[in-house]
């Protein structure tokens, strides 16, 4: 058998431009998958590097795994998006009903509640979303808003730092932190 070696050679490059331009696709696919992984990077990510971890983080947590549960996410959140608060309740309530262990869509629900003014269900909704997902810095950073809309810089403050330590480069925990920092930690001299 006589082998054709300006054959094979062409063969072994192309494997390996293949192997070269594939892998770190696939490292990059499954990497968007491993919460661990991503909120580990994110902790210690540049800012730049940080805007890219959270929309992998959000994608991730925003994937209940049914399409019938993420349409009712959709037009939950599409109605927030257009101001119909009630509309917006009702499909993320019939998510909450249907798919009680999936944190986003009680997070998505808690934010239609504060913004038509019903604090109370919107603190029970932040509650399960971070019972389920204890990581999702935008929970507490909603948290941190409801006990600062109720006269508790304190427990606010704290609220913000602890979505803080898990993301460093949050521009609305950061403006928050410094809005309250004199307030609660006093004036430096």
């Known amino acids: 058998m006589i082998i054709n070696t300006s054959n094979l050679k ?3 490059a192309a494997t390996l431009l293949s192997v ?18 991503l ?14 971890l ?16 993420d349409l ?28 009680p262990e999936f944190s986003y869509g009680w997070y998505q629900r808690a ?5 038509i003014g019903r604090y109370g269900p919107a603190v029970a909704d932040l509650e399960r979303a971070l019972l389920l997902n204890p990581n999702d810095y ?5 948290l941190g808003n409801v006990f600062e809309l109720f006269r508790d810089p304190e427990a606010a403050y704290q609220a ?3 979505a803080q330590a898990i993301h460093p480069h949050h521009e609305d925990v950061s403006t928050a932190l410094n809005r309250l920092r004199r307030s609660v930690v006093g004036k430096e001299l």
């Open 111 to 115: 934010r239609a509640y504060f913004l």
């Open 39 to 52: 909120l580990s990077a994110l902790a210690g990510a540049e800012s730049s590097q940080a805007r890219r």
């Open 138 to 142: 935008n929970a507490i950073f909603a």
């Open 20 to 37: 070269t331009i594939i892998l770190p696709f696939a490292a990059n696919a499954q990497d968007s998958t491993d919460e661990p992984a």
């Open 10 to 12: 062409a063969i072994v």
């Open 160 to 162: 913000y730092l602890r």
């Open 54 to 69: 959270d929309r992998q983080l959000q994608a991730l947590w925003s994937k209940s795994g049914s399409a019938a549960m």
């Open 72 to 99: 009712l996410l959709k037009r939950g959140i599409d109605g927030i998006e257009r101001g119909d608060l009630p509309e917006a309740i009702e499909h993320l309530t019939a998510l909450t009903d249907h798919a």
